[in-house]
């Protein structure tokens, strides 16, 4: 077995593993072996030593060791991310960081509706957090039982609740971060009205760990909801989703607290392959939408507004079908459906994943021009499409065609990703919505983004981060 503690000095070793003492230093392959892969296997790397501190003046301390013999240093929270962006080369050179013991909840101050926690709470832990004190917090993900809150500050996280609370940059009122000098920036504010000067803590926000460490911070809560309506509705078209989006919207406004797209290949794929899912519709269509309407006024006054949207629609011939949840059972239901989505893609074979926006408006043309341009590149490719339709981001995945060689079509990668990428583009849209740059998509953000933003964003890191050990390779 090759001796990877070779390729860092053993007494450097032994002083990083002193500052956290032993117990918190993992230096045995077999411990460290779940730090070095992300969830999908795309990434694998190699390091000597995972580090988990139990303070912030642990890992102060660690980021002046760091600079002082010029270490690099991955950080990483929950290991749920994407894009590569928390996984170490494979040097053998870089030391992780693992933020999963700084997981206090600090505070929740219900008068300023303000949470206060550190990076590695759990986000289903800090939801229910919320819960137990009669608030809201609403960022919702699919993985919100593994992933911690630092990996979503660092990454910008996204989820279903986008749409009516913003992602996880609105959310956050202030932060707590560790330079990579080991100086502490404290940031942590509850302010929802503060212009003192540069908005510093979006700098760190969606950096993916390559300026400093979020070690804490400050975030919003919601009053919660007293009344919750979910509904699933059949459409024969995007362009019919979207003019039930423009009516939910004029009818419930800021009550619209969801609204997911779903097309027929990914409803299909989940009805055959997720255990235990029962078909939301009694017949087919070619499109789906979930949809959530929220009241802080009453249970009623929910059902009114989703019964109003939805007859409307059905009135106007907008949707097909239709059925609101009959319990906060079957609610939950609906919305575990939605969360299958990914998962039951896999068993039909390689899969080429994108993360994309549009401006809203520009969804059905984005539909049509990438189903045209996924097919120039592999006859018979399987378009998968869903997502969170009410923001603009579509979560565009291509199966292989049936029959078809794994293997083969993921060695279409690059070529299908600049067809699908060139329409999006085209639409002044975003390659990555909410699952962040990291290693999948960092030298094609170099090689299209405007040249000046670039530059600008290698400044910025030049500034923060001179020695170049955080996270090094990752964004830019």
Request: with cysteine.
């Amino acid at each position: 077995m090759n001796d990877i503690s070779r390729d860092i000095d053993p007494a450097l070793i032994d002083r990083f593993a002193a500052i956290v003492g032993d117990r918190y230093a993992l230096r045995d392959q077999q411990d460290i072996g779940p730090y070095l892969m992300e969830r999908r296997g795309l990434w694998h790397g190699r390091t000597a030593l995972v580090l988990r501190p139990g303070s912030v003046d642990e890992v102060s301390r660690i980021m002046q060791l760091a600079t002082e013999t010029g270490t690099p240093v991955v950080p990483q929270s929950g290991n749920t991310g994407l894009v590569g962006a928390q996984v170490p080369d494979t040097s053998g050179r870089q030391i992780v960081l693992s933020l999963s013991r700084l997981n206090r909840i600090r505070e929740i101050d219900v008068l300023s509706n303000t949470v206060t926690v550190e990076a590695g709470v759990i986000l289903q832990t800090l939801q229910e957090a919320a819960d137990a004190a009669d608030r809201l917090f609403p960022l919702s993900l699919a993985a919100q039982g593994s992933c911690r809150i630092g990996g979503n500050l660092s990454s910008n996280a996204g989820g279903t609740g986008v749409l009516a609370y913003g992602n996880a940059r609105e959310l956050c009122l202030g932060v707590e971060v560790v330079l990579p000098t080991g100086e502490v920036f404290d940031d942590l504010r509850k302010l929802k009205k503060d212009n003192t000067g540069y908005d510093l803590k979006n700098l760190f926000i969606g950096a993916e760990g390559t300026l400093g460490v979020i070690t804490a911070a400050v975030l919003k809560l919601f009053p919660k909801p007293k009344g919750r309506e979910v509904a699933f509705a059949g459409l024969s078209s995007p362009e019919a989703a979207l003019s039930l989006f423009s009516l939910a919207m004029d009818r419930a406004g800021a009550a619209l607290t969801a609204f997911e797209l779903i097309g027929q290949r990914p409803y299909d794929f989940t009805l055959l392959h997720a255990p235990g899912v029962v078909r939301p519709l009694s017949g087919d269509w070619p499109w789906y939408v979930l949809m959530q309407i929220s009241s802080g006024r009453s249970a009623e006054d929910a059902r009114a507004l989703i019964e109003e949207v939805l007859s409307a629609g059905l009135e106007q011939e907008i949707v097909g079908d239709a059925v609101i949840a009959a319990s906060i059972a079957q609610g939950d239901a609906f919305w575990n459906f939605r969360e299958l989505l990914p998962e039951a893609q896999k068993p039909e074979g390689a899969s080429i994943k994108h993360d994309i926006s549009v401006p809203v408006a520009a969804i059905s043309q984005f539909i049509e021009e990438a189903a045209g341009a996924v097919q120039s590149v592999s006859p018979g490719a399987r378009e998968v499409c869903f997502g969170h339709m009410g923001d603009g981001n579509l979560h565009y995945n291509i199966s292989r065609p049936i029959g078809g060689d794994d293997e083969a079509f993921l060695g279409l990668y690059h070529a299908m990703n600049k067809a699908v990428h060139d329409v999006v583009r085209s639409l002044h849209g975003s390659i990555s919505a909410e699952h962040g740059i990291g290693q999948l998509k960092r030298d094609e953000l170099i090689a299209t983004a405007p040249p000046m933003a670039i530059e600008l964003m290698r400044r910025v890191k030049t500034a923060f981060d001179p020695a170049g050990i955080m996270n090094p390779g990752k964004v830019i």
